[in-house]
């Protein structure tokens, strides 16, 4: 099968399309043929060595799988040969997305939304897993509550401004002004420009100086420590990002508030419950942007890039398709 290969850590040419042996599936697990995976901001952290003791190289990295199931090993009850399934392939714990075939463990595996394409699925995956995993698991939103979302044109931002919409919370994001349109066609109630407004005054202005129940970071850079200034007593902030430098929590303190990180887990039970909001129509990923298998290493330059233009998520095409988006 062909395989995008990451031979040492570095930029987007680390990468090389090679041919590998095809896997087979033990007790458990699935075989599944990779119709679609995507690229999120982990692969470029994986790839240019964020993580080094935890991927051993050479690797085939990537974390969205959307596919069908090929063949299926001892002990497989909940699928058969041609279903069409997505799931996040286990982070750290095997091979990546990034080819022609995988094997996962069959209990993170759930059956595709009908209503999505593969590049669809694929884009929604990891990010979808992220934003149930923070919004709900984590932060505990609840109808009626605010939330403040950092990076709402983003892969998680965009489908975190839908999942608290559907929960019946009032969002408030931070964006590009390019991008006001697309965060309210998300379902966004207040869209605030980062550039040109503080986004702290601008959140206790829109919230009558109540602040908001929960705070989104998809961002990093100072956020721990400003976010705090936007928050109600006994707000919750829930970071997805690992960020390196120290951060002053003591306007955290005065709020009473509670901080959670996330690292998102993999369940079949999470992708249900994402499966049930798709198909109900309150909830879609925006495919900004579709690459070859081949093509993997543009995708990461272009997403890791600052002004790379994207709203929503970059789809790999494994199986190309006529009509890709």
Not at 26 to 40: D, E, F, P
Not at 95 to 109: D, Q, R, T
Not at 230 to 253: E, F, H, K, M, Y
């Amino acid at each position: 099968m062909k395989a995008i290969i990451l031979n040492t850590f570095g930029g987007p040419d680390a990468f090389e399309l090679r041919e590998v042996p095809k896997p087979e599936p033990g007790a458990g697990q699935v075989l599944v043929r990779v119709h679609a995976t995507s690229i999120n901001p982990l692969d470029y952290q994986v790839r240019r060595g964020d993580y080094p003791s935890l991927v051993p190289l050479p690797a085939i990295t990537g974390h969205d799988v959307s596919g069908v199931v090929e063949a299926i090993g001892a002990g497989v009850t909940a699928f058969v040969p041609g279903d069409e399934v997505w799931y996040t392939p286990q982070i750290f714990d095997g091979p990546g997305s990034y080819a022609e075939y995988h094997v996962a463990a069959e209990n993170i595996v759930a059956k595709k939304p009908a209503s999505l394409s593969h590049l669809e699925a694929a884009s929604l995956s990891l990010v979808g897993g992220t934003a149930w995993e923070a919004l709900v698991v984590r932060a505990g939103l609840r109808v009626g509550e605010s939330i403040l979302v950092h990076g709402g044109a983003g892969g998680v931002g965009h489908v975190a401004i839908q999942l608290a919409k559907s929960i019946g919370a009032r969002v408030i994001t931070t964006v590009r002004e390019e991008n006001f349109e697309f965060a309210r066609s998300m379902g966004a109630d207040v869209v605030i420009d980062y550039k040109n407004e503080d986004y702290v005054e601008a959140v206790m202005r829109e919230t009558g100086g109540q602040g908001v129940d929960v705070v989104f970071d998809t961002i990093g850079g100072d956020t721990l420590t400003r976010s705090p200034d936007a928050l109600a007593q006994l707000g919750r902030l829930v970071s997805i990002v690992d960020i390196a430098q120290p951060q002053n929590l003591i306007n955290a303190w005065g709020k009473n508030a509670s901080y959670h990180f996330v690292f998102t887990r993999q369940n079949r039970g999470k992708l249900n419950e994402l499966s049930a909001l798709v198909e109900r129509g309150q909830l879609r990923p925006h495919v900004g942007a579709t690459y070859s298998l081949a093509e993997i290493p543009l995708a990461h330059a272009r997403l890791e890039s600052r002004d790379n233009g994207l709203r929503g998520k970059i789809a790999i095409a494994v199986i190309p398709s006529p009509n890709p988006n």
